[in-house]
């Protein structure tokens, strides 16, 4: 029996903390995850212990009708809210008033207009906006790069206020659709850690959800994707030389049937490096972040969704073989997302809802 079982399993996702008794807040595994218990997978000689890797069964979770391996990748900025709608604006505009500067004031035409002139290079648009209207009188030209850094740093500390706010609100039918997908056995996490400005931003929009929900959810932010055996095998420091081994003695306990799927699951793990190494920055925060969410959730790549709201996390979602499905938001209502299986204006009706994720009606 235990050998038919570790032939239908998989290594996937990453354990929970080394302390059975305390879980991070952070981190709420769904209630139909099946967790099995594995040994470290770094030898006592390393210098930094890989933790131990659970194992994902195969199997549908029970009292849920969705398909096997199925889960839902949710992003936190143009998903479940329309910051740049309802945050940046007006977080500049607070800016702009703290430092005194009564001539600035952006509406939305002028915002918009700025940033598609910017391409959403938030410092290249207070360039754009101040060579048209003029610089304060008292600004010399050599620092106008330090102004500018100031008035970003006040629309953060505005920012931050506003998220936590009523002002900023969550996208209409995103609760009904973390609702529904989480009845259809659907797991569903959150990726926090890459907003643009920052993780903080991005955990207090994700509280608005409130607490009886997030309590459900896989909330994915630095220290999951961190935690996460992704994260251990690209970020950690002195398991490379215990690595193969060890996972090679696991690929040897699971029945023969099995034994060519996971090898080749062990050789892709031993290969992250490449997604890091070959990708911008950006680029590679964001595939961390996708990747420790499909381990948290339970599922290969593959069988994990996407709901992104902008175009580098489409790239990067096609960049690991991730379907991917974008909900527009007011900054990338014009835009076009070639590698997306969908592009929808919101959730709910006649746009994304969790039938047509599980039917795979993308239109």
């Known amino acids: 029996m235990a050998a038919a079982a570790a032939a239908r399993c998989l290594m996937l996702r990453a354990s929970p903390p080394t302390d059975p008794g305390k879980t991070p807040s952070s981190f709420h595994a769904s209630s139909s995850a099946t967790r099995l218990p594995l040994r470290a997978a770094a030898s006592p000689s390393s210098a930094r212990r890989l933790r131990p890797m659970p194992l994902r069964c195969s199997s549908p979770p029970s009292g849920g009708s969705a398909e096997p391996g199925l889960a839902v990748l949710l992003e936190v900025e143009g998903v479940l809210a329309d910051v740049y709608r309802f945050g940046y604006r007006q977080a500049f505009n607070v800016a702009f008033q703290n430092l005194g500067l009564d001539c600035a004031n952006w509406t939305e035409p002028i915002y918009a207009d700025l940033v598609r002139k910017s391409s959403g290079d938030e410092e290249r648009m207070l360039v754009l906006f101040f060579d048209r209207i003029g610089w304060p009188t008292s600004l010399p030209t050599s620092e106008k790069g330090s102004f500018t850094k100031s008035v970003l740093r006040e629309k953060l500390k505005a920012l931050e206020k506003l998220s936590a706010s009523d002002d900023l609100p969550l996208r209409p039918g995103v609760e009904k659709f973390i609702d529904d997908a989480l009845s259809e056995g659907v797991p569903?996490?959150?990726?926090?850690?890459?907003?643009?400005?920052?993780?903080?931003?991005?955990?207090?929009?994700?509280?608005?959800?409130?607490p009886e929900r997030t309590s459900k959810l896989n909330i994915v932010g630095k220290e999951e994707v961190e935690r996460s055996l992704y994260g251990q095998l690209v970020l950690g420091e002195g398991v490379a030389s215990s690595l193969d081994e060890q996972l090679t003695k696991e690929v040897q306990k699971a029945a023969s049937a099995e034994k060519q799927r996971i090898a080749e699951e062990v050789a892709s793990l031993l290969k992250l490096s490449v997604d890091i190494n070959t990708a911008s920055k950006s680029s590679a925060k964001i595939i961390a972040t996708l990747r420790a969410g499909a381990e948290y959730v339970g599922c290969d790549v593959q069988n994990c969704i996407l709901v992104a709201g902008s175009q580098p996390s489409v790239i990067a979602a096609e960049r690991i073989g991730m379907p991917c499905?974008?909900?527009?938001?007011?900054?990338?209502?014009?835009?076009?997302?070639?590698?997306?299986?969908?592009?929808?204006?919101?959730?709910?009706?006649?746009?994304?809802t969790v039938s047509k994720l599980l039917s795979k009606r993308w239109s």
């Open 325 to 352: 499905i974008v909900v527009r938001s007011s900054l990338t209502a014009r835009a076009e997302f070639h590698s997306a299986k969908a592009v929808m204006d919101g959730f709910g009706d006649t746009d994304l």
């Open 188 to 210: 569903v996490a959150i990726l926090a850690t890459y907003g643009r400005n920052g993780e903080k931003i991005s955990r207090s929009i994700v509280e608005k959800l409130g």
